[in-house]
């Protein structure tokens, strides 16, 4: 059953509106007709729902049933990823997503070769929330996470010490998650999770990381791309926290 997300603000009494390019892809592309059934997902809530009317603007459905959605962690994870070269951010968005994460924080590190300013990156920015967009839908996620605009490293690391648990991927030394993550002690909190770019961290980096308390994790023997660390750490989390 085709499945899609809306807006809060467009939920009354027993109906739920579908508009903008949802819309059209539901008349045009799906050809979906007036009596048939989709899922529409809002604020973690999955609505079984009945088309009543179709138009190129505007799609309106009747709910028939509600539930909660069983597919979102039980965890909130933050992934803060040093900028690698554009076409991987939007692999490492992709798979992020699909694998659980609540929002995406670009980051410039001193070892980055990608660079964009914050203002060039602003168009990126919307391609990459698009495919943030796509792999929710494709995913069954609950909600839409999102791409921030880009942080500086001081700034991100300030951020990743606000979460419930920080911790900062590297190469050269660390400990492994399976000695700090724990399922009881994970459900319904935030953790915040750093991974270099394709020079890594510098010794500098990690040693600020470690002064503010950020855990340093080590990702075994072998370097990992940074398009593979991040989706092998995340993978990690969701397993050791039994969201997979």
């Known amino acids: 059953m085709p499945r899609f997300f809306a807006d809060k603000n467009n939920i009354s009494d027993n109906n739920i509106t579908i508009d903008g390019s949802d819309a059209q ?23 079984k729902t009945k088309i009543l009317s179709i138009s190129d603007n505007e799609v309106c ?20 990823q040093a900028v690698p070269k554009l076409d991987k951010l939007e692999l ?3 798979k992020a997503v699909e694998l659980g994460v609540a929002k ?12 964009p300013d914050k203002k060039g990156f602003s168009k990126k920015k919307e391609r990459l929330n698009k495919i ?28 990743l010490k606000e979460h419930d648990f920080s911790f900062v991927c590297y190469e050269k ?9 724990n399922p009881l002690d994970f459900k319904d909190k935030s953790v915040g999770l750093f991974i270099g770019s394709e020079g890594g961290f510098s010794e500098s980096e990690i040693a600020l990381c ?18 593979t660390a991040p989706i092998s750490a995340i993978s990690i989390i969701m397993a050791l926290s039994g969201n997979i």
Request: aromatic share 6%; proline share 4%.
């Open 210 to 227: 470690e002064e503010m308390g950020i855990k340093t994790i080590s990702m075994g023997k072998r370097i990992l791309r940074c398009e």
């Open 61 to 80: 459905c009747e709910i028939l049933e509600k539930s909660p959605i069983i597919s979102e962690p039980n965890v909130s994870l933050t992934l803060y």
């Open 132 to 159: 943030a967009l796509e792999a929710a839908k494709q995913s069954g996620r609950g909600i839409i996470p999102q791409v921030w605009d880009i942080l500086d490293y001081k700034t991100a690391v300030k951020s």
């Open 25 to 47: 892809h539901i008349g045009r592309s799906l050809r979906m007709k007036i009596g048939e059934e989709l899922i529409l997902c809002c604020d973690k809530i999955d609505y």
């Open 104 to 115: 995406i924080i670009p980051v410039i590190t001193s070892r980055c070769i990608s660079r």
């Open 173 to 181: 030394w660390g400990i492994p998650f399976s000695s700090v993550v």
């Open 92 to 94: 490492i968005t992709q």
